[in-house]
């Protein structure tokens, strides 16, 4: 059982910047891929962006990209989600997710993660 503890969630106001934290209790040669998502109240969870362990590769969902920036810290187990020019439709619970699998394939499908972590509110007033 892998355990993902987030952190680095807040309030900030539109226009600013917001660094999240996901530390891995483990991690396993098998499972190479780290993931952020999102999900607001009443919507499905939505993918954000992930980041290979060994390989460094990312993608992005289109609303993200060019604003945020995933990167890892293989000493320490831990993926980092910068958030930059921070809009109010970023406000809702930041997931980070280990996917179950070596290769990026469907990268994007909430399914291809096996543990998940308890999620961190960000906050964007309008």
């Known amino acids: 059982q892998v355990q993902l503890v987030e952190s680095g969630g807040g309030l900030v106001q539109a226009g600013g910047s917001l660094r999240l934290s996901c530390a891995a209790s483990a991690r396993s040669y098998n499972r190479d891929y780290m993931g952020w998502f999102r999900q607001a109240p009443g919507k499905e969870r939505e993918f954000v962006a992930v980041i290979g362990w060994s390989t460094s590769s990312t993608y992005y969902a289109d609303s993200v990209k060019g604003r945020f920036t995933i990167s890892r810290d293989n000493a320490r187990n831990t993926v980092y989600l910068q958030m930059n020019s921070l809009k109010p439709e970023d406000t809702t619970v930041y997931y980070c997710?280990?996917?179950?699998?070596?290769?990026?394939?469907?990268?994007?499908?909430?399914?291809?993660?096996?543990?998940w972590g308890q999620g961190d509110q960000v906050t964007v007033p309008s």
């Open positions: 997710a280990d996917k179950r699998n070596s290769y990026a394939a469907n990268y994007y499908q909430i399914n291809e993660y096996l543990y």
